[in-house]
Antibody, heavy 117, light 108 residues
Framework: QVQVVQSGAEVKKPGASLNVSCKAS????????MHWVRQAPGQGLEWMGW????????NYAQKFQGRVTMTRDTSISTAYMELSRLRSDDTAVYYC??????????WGQGTLVTVSS | EIVLTQSPATLSLSPGERATLSCRAS??????LAWYQQKPGQAPRLLIY???NRATGIPARFSGSGSGTDFTLSISSLEPEDFAVYYC??????????FGQGTKLEIK
């Protein structure tokens, strides 16, 4: 069956970088875009960007331009999201989600990231 | 950027009642709208895509309607497991793929 498994929770200091991994199984990894969405504590969902695992092409929300980098390793069916220059308001649960072009049909379990000095 | 406004923010109903949730877009998104359900501590789950199509495995009590700027998610007869937060997302004009702020459906 389809699984999307993310890396574990992290605690980071302001100014540091974050790298979250998202390992896919049960489907053709290169056949579906992977999106990243985050959710601050008690808040709604915020779209960050996507990566095309086939080509490596990316598209980022303007809010994160210059701070976010999405990559993938097709040999291990894994997508990565790096966010640099972390601030306290980057504290959130970060999700990767497999996109069917009509909606996110599979989600990772979420990675809680806490940014605190 | 397209802004999605969901209403009401909170909806208090009893099991067995009908729920009607609204999502309004700041400009037309045609039918490129999805609905998600999120329960505490869980990732969201896709319910409806392209405004009115149920995703795989979604019960028939969930239905979506609308096009352009006004959309509705209806739950015909609430089950205990339906009490959650619901988000709409537009997939028409991106980036970004914006979400609404959510509607919390709570037990009355």
């Amino acid at each position: 069956q389809v699984q999307v498994v993310q890396s574990g929770a992290e605690v980071k200091k302001p100014g540091a970088s974050l790298n979250v991994s998202c390992k896919a199984s049960g489907y053709t990894f290169t056949g579906y875009y992977m999106h990243w969405v985050r959710q601050a504590p008690g808040q709604g969902l915020e779209w960050m960007g996507w990566i095309n695992p086939n080509s490596g092409g990316t598209n980022y929300a303007q809010k994160f331009q210059g701070r976010v980098t999405m990559t993938r390793d097709t040999s291990i069916s894994t997508a990565y999201m790096e966010l640099s220059r972390l601030r306290s308001d980057d504290t959130a649960v970060y999700y990767c989600a497999r996109d069917s072009l009509r909606g996110y049909i599979n989600w990772g379990q979420g990675t809680l990231v806490t940014v605190s000095s | 950027e397209i802004v999605l406004t969901q209403s009401p923010a909170t909806l208090s109903l009893s099991p067995g009642e009908r729920a009607t949730l609204s999502c309004r877009a700041s400009q037309s998104v045609s039918s490129y709208l999805a609905w998600y359900q999120q329960k505490p501590g869980q990732a969201p789950r896709l319910l409806i895509y392209d405004a009115s199509n149920r995703a795989t495995g979604i019960p028939a009590r969930f239905s979506g309607s609308g096009s352009g700027t006004d959309f509705t998610l209806s739950i015909s007869s609430l089950e205990p497991e339906d009490f959650a937060v619901y988000y709409c997302q537009q997939r028409s004009n991106w980036p970004p793929f914006t979400f609404g702020q959510g509607t919390k459906l709570e037990i009355k």
